[in-house]
């Protein structure tokens, strides 16, 4: 009998410690939630930032690479985007000169001949865009789209035919290019720019700001 009581008691015991391990847990689990809740807006701001910042940088890359490749192929690349949208390209610029011979212009030399692999269209994240001031009669600044020589020159070029792009940023031979900016924000009017200096064809990036309420731009 007494064997029996002190094994009722025991299993009593576990039972009790069970359950006050059940409790412990669920209130290490609620002091998680509760902590993450309060650092979700903190956390999604600096995701926000960071994704500004990634966008930027694949930008800038290829503003630099528009320069190399300048430089070693012998001809004027241009770098386009697509004002309030979210496409940007590299491409040949002297590559139409030859369609300009053969119609009779004579106001540019003829490209030297290029084994130029099919340009990417490359888009920024869905939370980023190309930011466009507009002037006080809601007009941007001058779009132009691509000509069928070009689009030639994109893989699924056809695709990008109703696409209009910014004026080009050019970068020539010699490693200069024309003087230009591009600046990337997003949904919450974060923005950096990246401003290409014409003499040597450097490129700047700002520091990371938000858009004056009044300039902010829209979206596609």
């Known amino acids: 009998m007494q064997r029996h009581q002190t094994i009722r008691s025991q299993q009593l015991r ?7 391990t059940f409790f412990e847990l669920l209130l290490v689990l609620t002091i998680i939630i509760a902590l ?11 995701l926000k930032r960071e994704s500004v910042m990634g966008n930027v940088e694949q930008v800038r890359q ?4 528009a320069r190399v490749q300048a430089v ?5 690349y241009q770098f386009r985007y697509e004002p309030n949208g979210q496409k940007y390209v590299l491409l040949p610029y002297e590559i139409l000169n030859a369609s300009n011979q053969q119609s009779g212009s004579t106001t540019q030399e003829t490209a030297p001949a290029l084994d130029f692999t099919q340009a990417i269209v490359h888009e920024l994240t869905e939370d980023c865009y190309f930011y ?31 696409v209009s792009w ?6 020539s031979p010699d490693g200069a290019a024309t003087d230009g900016a591009v600046t990337v924000a997003d949904e919450d009017r974060r923005y950096i720019s990246l401003s290409v200096r014409g003499l040597t064809g450097a490129v700047v990036t700002s520091r990371i700001d938000k858009l004056p309420e ?4 829209s979206t596609n």
Do not use: C, K
């Open 14 to 20: 576990h039972r009790n410690r069970s359950a006050f």
């Open 36 to 46: 993450a809740a309060m650092s979700w807006p903190q956390m999604s701001r600096f």
């Open 62 to 65: 290829l503003l630099d690479q």
């Open 72 to 76: 070693e192929d012998g001809v004027t």
């Open 132 to 162: 466009t001031p507009t002037t006080l009669s809601g007009e941007v600044t001058i779009l132009e789209r691509l000509s069928d020589p070009w689009l030639e020159l994109i893989q699924d070029g056809t695709m990008h035919r109703d």
């Open 166 to 171: 910014s004026s080009p940023i050019l970068y």
């Open 214 to 217: 009044l300039f902010g731009a």
